[in-house]
């Protein structure tokens, strides 16, 4: 009689591990070759993968949810900006819905391989993607989670601009509200062409602000420096009198170069 029990108890808890969804292995196949697309820098074929309403959630801080035709754009980028780019998944899992039910969708852990186009540098990124399938089969939804500014900084060429702004005492506040100024301040700077990223630091015990920026090339920078100097002075006209020296409190260092990430 015991044995008998424990058969029944057992015999639905292995067939129950061996369920799958119907779907799965073909999706399964669908997110794999979208993988190797990627690599050979098929983005045609890749785009005949997806429905016309996907959407696609980026690994970007801030990027927000992207249509197909932005998801394309920004695939596009990846083949310009990377050569040789493979991904080895450690695992392949089958995905479920918000009540644990198998529902033919597709995750994978795994690290990317490539050489930056511009620097030279390898590629090594660990990464997690899951892809949501509609009844046709085709990709409906994905997501991307690795971090996608550390890649950037680790492999890109960056031309960096360190700005040293030395301010007169007591004149700080003044400052700051010239720079969080929305029309001409450092999101002026910041929102200019080819400028990549921006941050500032204060440094309270010399009453100096760096400022450090990322620009796409140098030439980028310079016309950047004739608009401010030049054409629209505002910001330089109300920094002088808050400045030691007045543009003398201003100093900055460019170009450079060996930009390394340890």
Known sequence: MKKILFTLLVLPFISCTGITNPNYEKNLATAKKIFVLHGEENLEAQLA?????????????????????????????????????SFEANVWLPGTDNEGNLDGSVRTYGTWTGVNVASGKKLNLKSYHFFNFNEAGLIQQQGDFFDATGMMNATGDKKLVVAELKIKAGKQDAFFALMANESYGLKATRNYKG??????TFNEESNTLLVISDWDSYEEYAAYLTWRTEEDT???????????GGMKGLRTVYPNSMYTVY
Request: glycine share 8%; hydrophobic share 45%.
């Open 234 to 244: 505002e910001l330089v006209d109300l920094m002088k009198p808050l400045l030691i």
């Open 49 to 85: 993968l997806l429905s016309d309403d996907m959407t696609m959630e980026p690994a970007a801080y801030g990027m927000g949810t992207l249509n197909k035709e932005a998801f394309g754009d920004l695939i596009k980028g990846y083949h310009v900006a990377f050569d040789e780019i």
């Open 195 to 200: 400028c990549n990223s921006l941050v500032s």
